[in-house]
């Protein structure tokens, strides 16, 4: 593997795909796990300083890189009710400084991730946007050159001189990409200029990957020279349009999430960041959470990652935790043998009640419908009618005894979804009414559902959209909403009590 190749050094400039922008020599892309070369002439800040990375000048903390025995652990996805075991690489925290001496070993859950939010927001020195292109000179060139450690693609640009024009195609120059799309955070400070998410990249790709989510792509619509890849989502949760780098980078991106997530909290949910972030703990949606440990796991913290830590570090005073610490993911995110909080939904909350549980549904079994809505910590079960005497909304309770049995029957093809209301048997359905698409409770078997075993709810399609069951910003009542959006609000569940 070439997680496992010794450093190569190799004069590549114009045999690397017509991309040569220069004829100094570099390292291929083996590099990644094995280099260690140390970074130099960098002004670097003492661990826990707050001093500015422009005042002070020591070296940064030499770490290792992980290791990779395997073992056996609960899927990030999981319930109470139901787990998965997978194969994962282990963890191994090779940080050895001091900058986490604040950070308590029993810290978990958003305890620990508010106070890493601390740790890293202070001594943090935003040095501004045009700052970007000196501390690439350190934070982004491949070990002993000047050569610009780009992720999207395998073109070779000076770090000097080869940015800040213009481009109409691959290899004509790099510029400053954003893992966090700008548009997601409206171009806002400090976020706008953050060098632990903003890397050189070639200007072309940057732009074919737009602010379109990360994700797995099932067909590709652009592929760039090094196999970057733009197209439709193959990953559950998401299906619109998605950029996918390779493998090699992947872990990259993921703990650089982590970083931001944790970082910001909550800052980066405009357009298709909604996808992607939330306004609350854990501030990534149950997509992201899915997508980046998976990432996380198939690439472990390499050597690049640490010396790029550590020159962002020397850069502008704080450092990426899920870099030297990568057991903050299981804590934090529920990875590694970790567990996500109670709600398996797009929205996951802090419900803690133990007198009922979240079920997968079995035929001929007598449920609970309802769904967590943060906004009032509660959790609310369809009573059985309808919002303002129309079919349109299902009324709640908060009140699990008030709540209306739901019953499951087996489909040809799926599942329907009964009641009894008044003695008389009716079913959930979904319906339409001119543009408006939403459940109505009836007498007719109209709506066959299937199980989506990833946000734990029944969803159908209607007019030739794939909807869910839940709801979504403050609202109190149960609806059917477009599945693209599912991962940003509350997908409805089946409870029994205990």
Sequence with gaps: MKKR?????????????????????????????????????????????????????????SVTSVQSSSVSVSSVASSQSSSSSISIPAVNDSYKGNYYNSISDSMTGSTLQDNLKRLITNGHNARGYDALWTAYKTTDVRPGTNIVWDMYSNCSYNVSRDHGGSYSGEGDMFNREHSIPQSWFNKSNPMVCDVHHIYP????????????????????????????????????????????????????????????????????????????????????????????????QMDPVSQKEIDRNNACYAFQGNRNPFIDKPSYIAKIFGVYGGSLPSNPGGNTSQEQNTSYEICKPVVGETYKLGFFQESLNETMWIDGTYNDATPWYLKTTTNYNDAVNVTIEEASSGYYLSVTISGQKKYINMVKNGDHKNLSIDDTKSTIYTYDDTYKTFVSSLDGEKRYLGTYNTYTTLSCSSYSHISTSYPSHFYKQK
């Design 5 to 61: 190749l010794l450093l190569l050094f190799t004069l590549i400039t114009t045999m690397i795909v017509g991309c040569d922008k220069t004829s100094s020599s570099i390292a291929t892309s083996s590099e990644k796990q094995s280099s260690s070369e140390t970074v130099s002439s960098v002004t670097s800040i003492a661990d826990g300083s707050s001093t500015s990375a422009q005042s002070s000048s020591v070296s940064v903390s």
């Design 201 to 296: 990249t070639d200007g072309y790709v940057n732009g074919k990957r737009s602010n379109y989510p990360y994700g797995e792509v099932g067909k590709a619509t652009y592929t760039s020279k090094n196999g970057s890849k733009l197209g439709s989502s193959s990953f559950s949760g998401y299906s619109g349009t998605v950029f996918e780098p390779i493998d090699e980078y992947k872990g990259d991106f993921a703990r650089t999430y982590f970083y931001f997530a944790t970082r910001y909290q909550g800052v980066a949910t405009s357009g298709e960041g909604q996808n992607v972030f939330r306004n609350s703990y854990p501030y990534l949606t149950t997509y992201a959470i899915n997508l980046f440990t998976k990432w996380s």
